[in-house]
């Protein structure tokens, strides 16, 4: 029988030029309309405003937007520590993905897992979503899924690939999806800092940063905090205070809810033992930046350095960087 269909994740639709909040109000459907307005409070780091929204499309009738709803209200209760809560939406996205409504469908679900598989290791080995099923999604849903694979690289430290893999879809993207550029770009970042390339890893986050300022989208840097080895620090902790104080507080409130997703039974709760900032010099001395390196990167003293570290390693039991690096990636 033949279905209504409706756009999965209606932010990741193409358009330039205008805001988030004027390209929502354009969407005819009122369901399109409210999860693209859920996942738009969602990357603004508004987790109560995001969870509100897509739990009244949990059980929408649209495969589609239950789809949107339940991934949305999954990552907003990540950020409100509500482990419980994404554990049942995750249950309720395998159960609904065994019987798709159709081959559309299918393709989401297996994008879904995907997802999932690489963000929150949910399954042992990672399996890439089957070409068959890419080529039904949606543009903007495949540009996110090669953010994903360039994540995953990351993650393998296979850093030339990943930057490859970002380049490549940033290209094809060609700017047209805002929100799924900023993730992108992030990458790229992450990547770049790791291939030692800083003039590289700035560019790609000063993009990143001008996509997601005027829509307050902050969301993805705090996701990528640790990752992005002090960058947030470097260009937001004096240039704009406000805007690094609201993320270091998302960053504490989302860290601490993944780490009760993927690692609940740790006693090393780094996320409760050091602040965003702390974390981020943690993060690069364990990465093998001497302190003038660091001193230099975040237009500080080399004493201040000194400083900082002397209390991480107090806080977090250790008593040097070889120490804190095996702490850091317990």
């Known amino acids: ?8 994740m209606p ?38 405003d995001a969870a509100r929204e897509s739990q009244r499309f949990l059980n929408s009738p649209c ?32 159960r609904s993905a065994r019987q798709p409504e159709d081959e559309k469908m299918a393709a989401v679900y297996d994008a879904l897992r995907y997802l999932m598989s690489v963000f929150f290791h949910t399954d042992g080995e990672i399996k890439p979503v089957e070409e068959a099923h890419a080529a039904l999604l949606p543009e ?3 540009l996110y899924l090669l953010y994903a694979v360039a994540h995953g690289l990351y ?14 879809a940033l290209m094809m993207a060609a700017g047209r999806f805002p929100s799924v550029c900023v993730y992108l770009n992030l990458v790229g970042s992450m990547v770049a800092t790791n291939l030692h390339d800083a ?18 989208y902050i969301q993805p840097f705090v996701e990528h905090h640790g990752m992005l ?28 809810g993944w780490m009760k997703i993927h690692n609940p039974d740790s006693v090393n709760k780094v996320t409760d033992r050091l602040s965003p900032y702390e974390f981020s010099i943690a993060m690069m001395a364990a990465r093998g930046k001497s302190n003038q390196e660091i001193a230099d990167y975040l ?26 690096e095996q702490y850091l990636n317990r």
Do not use: C
Request: proline residues 2%; glycine residues 6%; positive net charge.
């Open 11 to 48: 932010l990741w639709q193409p358009f330039t030029g205008i805001r988030a909040e004027t390209m929502i109000g354009s969407l005819s459907d009122e369901e399109e309309r409210r999860v693209a307005l859920a996942a738009h409070h969602y990357f603004q780091a508004k987790y109560e």
């Open 140 to 142: 903007g849903t495949r």
């Open 63 to 94: 495969p589609e937007i239950r789809a949107t709803a339940l991934l949305l209200h999954s990552m907003a209760n990540v950020g409100l520590g509500n482990a419980e809560q994404f554990r049942e939406d995750f249950v309720a996205l395998k």
């Open 229 to 256: 080895q002090g960058q947030i620090e470097k260009y937001t902790r004096v240039a704009q205070p406000e805007e690094y104080n609201r993320i270091s507080e998302k960053v504490m409130a989302f860290s601490r």
């Open 199 to 216: 003039d590289l890893a700035a560019q790609f986050f000063h993009r990143a940063w001008q996509l997601a300022e005027p829509e307050h």
């Open 299 to 324: 237009h500080i003293s080399v004493n201040t350095v000194k400083f900082h570290l002397s209390g991480i390693y107090q806080k977090v039991g250790v008593s040097n960087r070889k120490e804190l």
């Open 1 to 8: 029988m033949d279905r209504t269909e409706k756009l999965f």
């Open 155 to 168: 993650l393998q430290k296979k850093y030339q690939e990943a930057l490859g893999v970002a380049r490549s």
